[in-house]
């Protein structure tokens, strides 16, 4: 059992250091996988370790380069949105009609 539990601790570490890793180059305009396979090492992560601090932080720490802007329209989660009429679900509960 202490060797699962060792096993299932680096797995979670490795998963987030490429989590991190991936999600970097994403941001800086260097990917290296496709947004599938990264959703893949984002849901084995939340598999195994579901309260992970890196699953709920969103985009990369800012840098000055870019200015801040407002979008006219709130950028909300699709929740992963996997087919048409799971997204036409979550535009109706967000009551917008521009997207329709």
């Known amino acids: 059992m202490l060797d699962r ?4 601790q680096e797995q979670i570490r490795y998963l987030t250091k490429e989590i991190s890793r991936h999600r ?3 941001y800086n305009e260097q990917p290296e996988i ?10 084995e992560l939340r598999e195994l370790d579901s309260e992970n601090p ?3 932080k969103i985009g990369v720490d800012s840098s000055d380069i870019f200015t801040k802007r407002n979008h006219i329209i709130p950028m909300m989660s699709q929740d992963k949105v996997t087919h048409p009429q ?3 679900k979550w535009v109706k509960k967000r009551n917008y009609k521009a997207f329709l």
């Open 54 to 56: 890196i699953l709920f």
């Open 24 to 26: 970097y180059l994403y």
């Open 86 to 88: 799971e997204f036409i």
């Open 5 to 8: 539990q060792k096993s299932k």
């Open 34 to 43: 496709s947004d599938a396979k990264y959703d893949s090492l984002e849901d």
